[in-house]
């Protein structure tokens, strides 16, 4: 458990120090002074933080968190899995990712309303012509091989019960996501992802799902931005009908490929 916790604190400390540090280096190259990085820091001032600089100071943050969790092994990486060809795997865990929306998104706004902390940084950074890899290349590796390749690994030999193990690494990843209105839907994940890396011993699987649930993410707000703010069944005009035919087809696709998953993915 304390080596789970210390990735934890190493996966924070990350992304909070070495963002800043892009941060101020930005603001000092833009002309800015140490008085208007302070400022910044507080919401305030003429240098605000931008999509641009959200977007470099990911790309740095994953390489620094890539560099140490590999130098130091606290995340393992071996091209077993790959040699194996398991491409159907992948396949599934696409089709997996798929079949999460809905229910999740329902399941979502079932719950009472839960302050969207993140939402207008997330408009910003998806309107960027780099968002994309900010949301859908650099969080899927980087969270995976944090949450999965080193904290739940760690929490597995830990504990002897492997679901128990899951649900501390779920919690760890929503609470992570900083933003309530996130938290219910990263659980959820995070439990599949946990499982799935228990079963094949890899995190190529949970990537797959990760980068296809974060791009249809994605996908729906550049193709449809007026949903975004919007409950599941106001996207469907109120047709409850169309709705839950929609949920069981879902729901169905995501039993499917689990049902597939747990067939072929084995450590």
Known sequence: MKRALLYLFAFLFIQFFAAWAVYAVWILLSGGSVGDIVLAMNGKGNYSINASMLIMGSAVCSVITVFLFLWRKWAAVSPTWLKNRNWNVLFWSAVASLGTVLPSVLFQDLL????????????????????????????PLVEELVFRGAILKSLLKAFKNHWVAI?????????VHGNPAQMP???????????MYYRSGSILPGVALHWVNNTVAYASYMLFPATYDMKLIEVYNGDWLRLTLSLVISVCILLISIYQLNRKLSR
Request: net charge negative.
């Open 112 to 139: 009472p309303e839960l302050p969207d902390a993140m939402g207008d940084t997330f408009k910003m950074i998806m309107n960027n012509p780099f968002g994309y890899l900010m949301i859908c290349l650099f969080a």
């Open 167 to 175: 649900l501390i690494s779920a919690v760890f990843f929503a609470l």
């Open 185 to 195: 839907h990263a659980f959820l994940i995070g439990l599949l992802l946990g499982w």
